[in-house]
């Protein structure tokens, strides 16, 4: 057994791509920017870590249509809108080439009794879990989104405050920038062998799947497919000493417990985050976060106008890609990571005066 081909549609760059295998050894090759790292992506996200997709890993241009996807469920007050999901969702079809003595590995993924040794294909598709749920949770953050901006247009005010301001979620793309990961999820279903179509100049003419395409049930590929990696360096600086340093939490251990300071930035994000779900309590606050993003962005496009001008020059990111921008993004969380004190309310014990109390020395 072994994979003849794959095609993968709406992931990154990749809009529509075929990759033929080779029986030994298959090199992709190509310019910076051009598509290899994507395709190598790809096939992990859909074939080992199945899940790890973030917004960016849609197709740009499938962006307008998802949003367009969240502002029909606006605009059909409680009706059912028609979407054609096929066309926006990041997928990886998949063509095996099975020896009949292999059979019984792929029994699942026969697409009839009557197989006689064709390829036997399969679409792996990021898709909603249930889309009816997510219809509803995303109506729902959008009606307290408009309920922030209801609470900024009162007359206290001032003309032209909070220009530009668009809490979260703005749209359905991001909407999914936070949540994709809890409403998202990778299915299997089967191909029609006779329905493979061959490229046209270079561009991959993916089956379409029909509206009533059920799922295959399990996971048929697990004990079947494996692939090992070794990611790319890129960069010139030295990676983590840990994952959980990565991510931004505190490097060293900390014996008998967390710091108090992590402890509250904890409880923050969890329930009173601003960023997800917020109230028109927090519009003032959201509104003062914007205008501050907005004056920092200005300051980092004219810190790095030399540099991405220098870029450009040398010809990266590519003539095909999107110029290079540096923008702020500020979250309510950050101001958090700041000094954290504490006035107390009575005398220190020892020396009878009053102070601060660094909570943490780090932050």
């Not at 101001?335 to 004190?341: E, F, I, T, V």
Request: net charge negative.
């Amino acid at each position: 057994m072994r994979i003849g081909l794959v095609e993968i549609g709406s992931f990154r760059k990749l809009q529509a791509v075929r990759i033929d295998l080779a029986r030994e050894t298959t090199l992709l090759v190509g310019a910076n920017n051009s598509g290899k790292t994507s395709a190598m992506v790809a096939m992990r996200h859909f074939l080992v870590e199945r899940g790890n997709f973030s917004i960016h890993d849609f197709t740009l241009s499938t962006w307008p249509g998802i949003d367009a996807v969240g502002q029909a469920w606006e605009d059909a007050e409680g009706r059912e809108a028609e979407i054609d999901w096929d066309k926006l969702l990041p997928h990886l079809d998949l063509w095996l080439q099975v020896d009949a003595h292999e059979l019984h590995h792929v029994l699942k993924l026969l697409p009839s009794l009557d197989w006689a040794g064709q390829p036997i294909g399969v679409r792996l598709r990021f898709e909603p879990k249930d889309v009816a749920a997510l219809r509803q949770s995303y109506l729902q953050e959008r009606a307290k989104a408009k309920g922030v901006l209801a609470a900024l247009s009162g007359p206290a005010k001032p003309a032209g405050a909070g220009k530009g301001f668009a809490p979260w979620p703005s749209s359905l793309t991001d909407f999914l920038s936070t949540k994709l990961r809890s409403t998202f999820v990778v299915r299997v279903y089967l191909l029609d062998p006779a329905a493979i179509q061959e490229p046209v100049g270079g561009t991959a003419k993916p089956q379409p799947l029909p509206q009533d395409s059920e799922p295959v049930e399990g996971d048929p590929l697990g004990t079947i497919i494996r692939i090992d990696e070794i990611s790319a360096q890129r960069g010139f600086g030295f990676s983590s000493s840990s994952p959980a340093a990565a991510d931004g939490a505190e490097a060293e251990p900390m014996r008998g417990g967390k710091r108090l300071s992590s402890q509250l930035r904890n409880y923050y994000t969890q329930h009173l985050d601003p960023s997800d779900s917020p109230e028109p309590e927090d519009a003032d606050a959201l509104l003062a976060l914007h205008d501050a993003q907005e004056a920092f962005s200005k300051r980092l496009a004219t810190g790095f106008k030399a540099a991405l001008e220098e870029l450009r020059d040398i010809g990266y990111p590519g003539i095909t890609d999107p110029r290079l921008t540096i923008t702020a993004k500020v979250k309510a969380v950050d101001g958090l990571n700041c000094a954290m004190w504490m006035r107390p309310s009575t005398a220190w014990p020892r020396s009878g005066r009053m102070g601060l109390i660094p909570l943490s020395s780090r932050y």
